[in-house]
């Protein structure tokens, strides 16, 4: 399974950005897709998520971009979208998309390759 992330760069405080990621490859049934980030020194943390995926998905947000990020899906093509509005420095950081394959009963989480976001002026 390989999953392929685009969208990262800089941009200004208050700014937008729209991160992709497609997942391709060995893929039996996608339950869930997502984003983590990870800022310097921090740890790895979750961003958005959605579940359920080819079903009625629900979605998941970190407080901290709560009615500033939205999470999107492209069925058709197992990829997700992470629209990021009103960036804050605070959102910098390298961006993670995964993506949870089941297979049988056994469910596997695969990584992209991390993407950065840098938000300052």
């Known amino acids: 399974v390989q999953l392929q992330a685009s969208g990262g760069g800089l941009v200004q405080p208050g700014g937008s950005q729209t991160l992709s990621c497609t997942a391709s490859g060995n893929i039996f049934a996608i339950s869930a897709m997502g984003w983590y980030r990870q800022a310097l020194g921090s740890q790895r943390e979750l961003v958005a998520a959605?579940?359920?995926?080819?079903?009625?998905?629900?979605?998941d947000y970190a407080d901290s971009v709560k009615g500033r990020f939205t999470i999107s899906r492209d069925n058709a093509n197992n990829t997700i979208f992470l629209r990021m509005n009103s960036l804050k420095p605070e959102d910098t950081a390298v961006y993670y998309c995964y993506v949870d394959i089941l297979y049988g009963l056994d469910q596997v989480r695969n990584w992209g390759q991390g993407t950065q976001v840098t938000v300052s002026s």
């Open positions: 959605i579940t359920n995926f080819f079903g009625e998905a629900s979605t």
